[in-house]
Nanobody, 114 residues
Framework: QVQLVESGGGLVQAGGSLRLSCAAS????????MGWYRQAPGKQRELVAT???????NYAASVKGRFTISRDNAKNMVYLQMNSLKPEDTAVYYC????????WGQGTQVTVSS
């Protein structure tokens, strides 16, 4: 079990940047994969980026080159640096941890205005 708490969302203009943080209630070292997903109104939740325990990363094609996922095992934190934001990035962003099962945070709203 793990509790995940996201922060860092907000309102930003197109072209701007935000850094999302995910604080875990326990060590994230054992988790095979940590990641960020997002869900826009009327759409299904989709993968944004993941990072494995070995720090291999994977990105959705729509964010590759603009977003960077990272993890700090010592602080039990996962981050998502989002640059060159677009209105289509507007969504609720969820932190995810996977270790035999998926664990989710409550989400943080990101709104990008044009």
């Amino acid at each position: 079990q793990v509790q995940l708490v996201e922060s860092g969302g907000g309102l930003v203009q197109a072209g701007g940047s935000l850094r999302l943080s995910c604080a875990a209630s326990r060590s994230i070292v054992p988790f095979n994969r940590m990641g960020w997903y997002r869900q826009a109104p009327g759409k299904q939740r989709e993968l944004v980026a993941t990072i494995t325990s070995g720090s291999s990363t994977n990105y959705a094609a729509s964010v590759k080159g603009r977003f960077t996922i990272s993890r700090d095992n010592a602080k039990n934190m996962v981050y998502l640096q989002m640059n060159s934001l677009k209105p289509e990035d507007t969504a609720v962003y969820y932190c995810n941890a996977y270790w035999g099962a998926d664990f989710w945070g409550q989400g943080t709203q990101v709104t990008v205005s044009s």
